[in-house]
């Protein structure tokens, strides 16, 4: 860590190339320089957000007015020559931006980025005053050589020299959730609990709290020590899609009504993460999107899930990733200021298009790629996503009989090598099973991708492509 750049080699010795930990970190923060052109056509109407509109939350602990927009930095930008060298000109030009109109809450931690955000968001935020932000970020000790109370005290301490502070506004237990002998392993055991709280009271850590990824049981077990920990926030997913359907998605995944509703009857402020459940909520179905569109002509699919994210009372802050300064402008648009949902509007999105999405029955992928780096190269989150995408936009060639089958076929495995390298495709799986455990979502990867290898197989029989 105390090198500048560190490699990718490196990072995965240190943290565990099957841990979540390096999911995270080599897969976020690598978006193609043809993303970013498709973010400036789709935005090129945009207009500027105004600079003194931001809505904030009070954090009833500390008294903090925190934006309601926060600044998620896993998917940072890079050069457009380089995508594995980040840009850090432009990361410092979009927190600059972000502060001028208000956006005060900057998510991170060790391992996002290639183990290099935390070094370039301190970069960009050290060149604003310190009581200008609030900076949070986490204690991501999955590999179990950090479980020791040691390196876990040395990954707390070089979070604060990344991030060139003296204390943190808000730390976090990062991904808890996994089981309790898990978490007495990672927090409990070694004694990192009593040594945070010891911290808190020093004053170098202002908010502990914990981001939620799994079991109900862990969740309820989390809160049920309030009184020994005093918990001072929690992150938790939240959308329109998982509000109800979570479970019915992927079985054993908890609905974010529940987790909300645990929160806020103990007065503890929730953090949001995946507004958009990776780009899910924006890449619908075209018919979906005309529909949204023609109910709101003048902002965005992303602002619908944005303003859903944000209208529950107790939500402190609602975190997402920007790569683009097009995203930053338009989720400002969202927040600057927030015009809540109405009944009608919330039940509209319940009723009608979460249940059209959840119809579809996409492998329910978030692209958060904790499942990567995988030990054979697949490409597990491009395939899904390849997958949903010709789904959404019926382009699947499902029937034989149909007119369009054979024009399906060609294009689905056309632009499935396209988006997927032949040696990173789902016949390369050899069901190891190393995948499963990381994903947030409960997906069983080896049969999704058995089952999608097994269709691929037969189109490209029935084919000369």
């Known amino acids: 860590m105390e090198k500048k750049n560190i490699s990718r080699r490196s990072f995965l010795k240190m943290f565990g190339a099957g841990t979540v930990a390096t999911a995270a970190a080599v897969a976020g923060c690598k978006p193609g320089n043809k993303a970013g052109e498709e973010a400036a056509d789709e935005y090129k109407n945009q207009v500027e957000p105004p ?94 050589d950090y479980w020791t ?49 010891k911290e808190r009271e020093a004053g170098r850590i202002r908010n502990l709290g914990f981001s939620f990824h799994g079991q109900q049981e862990v969740f309820d077990e989390m809160l049920s020590r309030q009184d020994e920990y005093h918990w001072d926030f929690v992150q938790i997913e939240l959308n329109y899609l998982d509000w109800d359907y979570a479970n019915e998605i992927n079985k054993g995944n908890v609905d974010a009504s529940y987790l909300y509703d645990e929160l806020h009857k103990r007065g503890i402020p929730a953090v949001i993460m995946e507004p958009l459940l990776g780009g ?22 992303a602002s619908w899930a944005f303003r859903y994210a944000g209208t529950p009372e107790g939500v402190l802050t609602v975190l997402s990733g920007m790569t683009y300064m097009e995203h930053l402008k338009d989720n400002l648009l969202s927040y600057s200021p927030l015009k809540p949902l109405t009944d009608e509007e919330m039940e509209y999105l319940h009723g009608d298009i979460a249940k ?57 495995l056309i632009s499935l090598d396209r988006a997927v390298p032949r040696e990173r495709q789902p016949d390369h799986c050899i069901q190891c099973g190393q ?25 490209k029989q029935q084919s000369d492509i």
């Open 51 to 144: 600079k003194d509109k931001m809505t904030f939350r009070t954090n009833p602990r500390t008294g903090d007015k925190v934006s309601l927009l926060g600044y998620g930095m896993m998917r940072l930008p890079t050069k457009p020559d380089n995508d594995q060298e980040f840009d850090q000109e432009m990361i410092n030009r979009e927190v600059d931006y972000a502060l001028e109109h208000g956006l005060n809450y900057f998510d991170t931690s060790p391992v996002y980025c290639m183990g290099q955000s935390e070094r370039c968001t301190g970069i960009a935020l050290s060149r604003h005053p310190r009581n200008s932000y609030f900076v949070a970020t986490k204690l991501s000790n999955f590999n179990h």
């Open 149 to 197: 109370r040691e390196k876990s005290i040395e990954m707390y301490r070089n979070s604060m020299k990344e991030l060139q502070v003296d204390y943190i506004d808000y730390y976090l237990l990062h991904a808890v959730g996994g089981g309790m002998e898990e978490f007495n392993g990672r927090y409990v055991d070694n004694g990192i609990m009593d040594f945070l709280m």
């Open 280 to 301: 899910r909520l924006v890449k619908l179905p075209q018919y979906l999107m005309t529909e949204l569109k023609q109910r709101d002509p003048e902002h965005s699919v």
């Open 356 to 412: 059209k999405i959840v119809g579809l029955e996409n492998i329910p992928c978030n692209d958060c790629k904790y499942c990567m780096p995988c030990p054979y190269g697949i490409d597990i989150p491009a395939i899904f996503v390849h997958y949903n995408k010709c789904k959404n936009e019926g382009m699947l060639p499902m029937d034989a009989g149909s007119e369009d089958y054979r024009r399906n076929r060609r294009r689905y």
């Open 435 to 459: 995948c499963e455990p990381h994903c947030p979502q409960k997906i069983h990867i080896p049969r999704e991708l058995a089952k999608l290898d097994k269709m691929i197989e037969e189109l």
